[in-house]
């Protein structure tokens, strides 16, 4: 009889930790897919979209108004420069 008490016991305490280990598996699961969900967030949030060229060309042309409007001395070049800097 002793021998199917520590028999029934070794079960029990075998089953015990098969769950304890599916109990941590599962944490370190979780633990990871939120990790990854907030990388990925991050990462496209981080990603910066360049501007288009008609969003750069008006701003190009609102800079050489202002420039002529001002009378300040400048040229196409530095104008459509300012635009992208200001856009980027």
Do not use: C, F
């Not at 280990?21 to 907030?38: D, E, L, N, T, Y």
């Not at 991050?42 to 701003?59: L, R, W």
């Amino acid at each position: 009889m002793p021998a199917k008490k520590t028999a029934a016991k070794k079960a029990v305490a075998k089953k015990a930790t098969k769950m304890a280990i599916k109990k941590v598996a599962k944490k370190a699961v979780k633990k990871a897919v939120k990790a990854a969900k907030k990388s990925v967030t991050k990462k496209a949030s981080s990603k910066k979209v360049p501007p288009s060229y008609e969003k750069i060309a008006e701003a190009a042309y609102l800079n050489y108004r202002h420039r002529m409007d001002a009378g300040i001395p400048g040229d196409h070049d530095t104008d459509w420069a300012q635009a992208v800097e200001k856009l980027s």
